[in-house]
């Protein structure tokens, strides 16, 4: 299919980050033009790890979001060897907090409060499944000795296989995936498990690491991935299988932050997160089915209802600038100084 307009439902973000204070007021209109609701992203310092810091944190949010636009924050709770059984019951009896999120101890940014063994935590996804709270997992092995381009697949054999057996009916967002075998993995799953697909994922290969001398700003966890993988996460997003939605990951970090000795892990892609699937859709052909990837399957997964405004992309390039505001700071975000070939003509807040 080839056009040259999309008329869809408008969409959401099923894994965000959008920071605290002076950073989330820089990034928060980002999404908040694209996206109806997003899942956010507990990562801060201190971890948002009670319903108490959840609920604050959502209020920082709403007073952040720029005047005439809607946006709905959905939250998570961040899984620390302190979480309690009761902390599940009383963030599932809040409505607010929709998922808990689950960080390898050491995989990622802002990871050290998390758990090294989801053995550890077992009385805890046992009262995550009696309360229907899903478990988002950031699915890689954080062992020294496994190679970094295998520790996804190294994490599936490990934990998701145990996990499944032992929690047959706990809900799980296997997060940000990034390889042919979790992509086979979450086929081979029943309706409990799905998966979020980043657009850096589904637009590079691990090359774009080393276009002619390192890239920092393409560097995220996990990292990204042989062509041979992202080949087939496109052909997951674009398949139709509603286990597989958007979710950007979109992580901004400050441009120093980036370019340090041991630079962050994060691509920023909130600026120009759907106009970027719909150019991942076309190379696929399949922008007919960027709606139900963008707009359905996360929604459905997450029981709540689908959106009914619309949003309008025409394909109309524009070029991204070479940084945009964070706080005090700018972020390099994702195709700074190039084109991308899809615009929003009409993101109704409605
Ligand atoms: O690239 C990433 N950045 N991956 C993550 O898992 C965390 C994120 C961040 O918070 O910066
Ligand atoms: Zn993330």
Redesign the pocket.
């Known amino acids: 299919m080839s056009t040259d307009r999309l008329d869809i439902v408008r969409p959401d973000d099923w894994h965000l980050?959008l920071r605290d204070g002076e950073a989330l007021a820089s990034v928060i209109g980002h999404t908040a033009r694209r996206f109806a609701r997003a899942i956010v992203?507990p990562?801060l310092k201190p971890p948002v790890a009670t319903v108490g810091q959840a609920l604050a944190y959502r209020e920082r949010i709403l007073a952040a979001v720029p005047a005439g636009m809607t946006f709905e924050p959905l939250m998570t709770l961040y899984l620390t060897r302190q979480t309690t059984p009761e902390e599940i019951f009383a963030a599932k009896a809040s409505g607010q907090v929709f998922a808990v999120k689950f960080y390898p101890q050491g995989a990622?940014?802002?990871s050290a409060a998390g758990v090294s063994d989801l053995a550890t935590v077992y009385p805890v996804l046992e009262a995550m499944e009696q309360a229907d709270l899903p478990l988002l997992v950031?699915g890689e092995v954080t062992d020294p000795a496994v190679d970094v381009f295998d520790r996804e697949k190294t994490f599936i054999d490990q934990h998701m296989v145990p996990l499944r057996a032992r929690f047959p009916n706990l809900r799980v967002v296997f997060e940000h995936i990034t390889t042919a075998d979790a992509v086979q993995f979450v086929q081979a799953q029943d309706k409990h498990v799905a998966a979020t697909i980043t657009v850096h994922h589904l637009l590079l290969n691990r090359n774009a690491l080393f276009d002619g001398g390192v890239r920092p700003h393409h560097y995220?966890?996990p990292v990204l991935k042989r062509e041979q993988h992202r080949r087939a996460l496109l052909a997951a997003a674009t398949g139709g299988d509603a286990r597989f939605f958007l979710g950007t990951?979109s992580?901004p970090?400050p441009r120093e932050a980036k370019l340090a000795d041991c630079g962050?892990?994060?691509?920023f892609t909130a600026h120009a997160a759907i106009e970027l699937y719909a150019e991942a859709f076309e190379e696929a052909g399949r922008l007919d089915r960027l709606e139900g990837f963008a707009s359905f399957h996360g929604a459905d997964f997450y029981r709540l209802p689908r959106n009914t405004a619309r949003m309008v992309l025409e394909r109309r390039a524009w070029t991204v600038p070479d940084t945009v505001p964070l706080g005090s700071s700018v972020c390099v975000p994702m195709r700074a100084g190039s084109q991308v070939p899809w615009s929003i003509v009409d993101a109704s807040a409605g």
């Open positions: 980050h992203m990562n990622t940014t802002n950031h995220c966890a990951d992580a970090h962050c892990a994060g691509i």
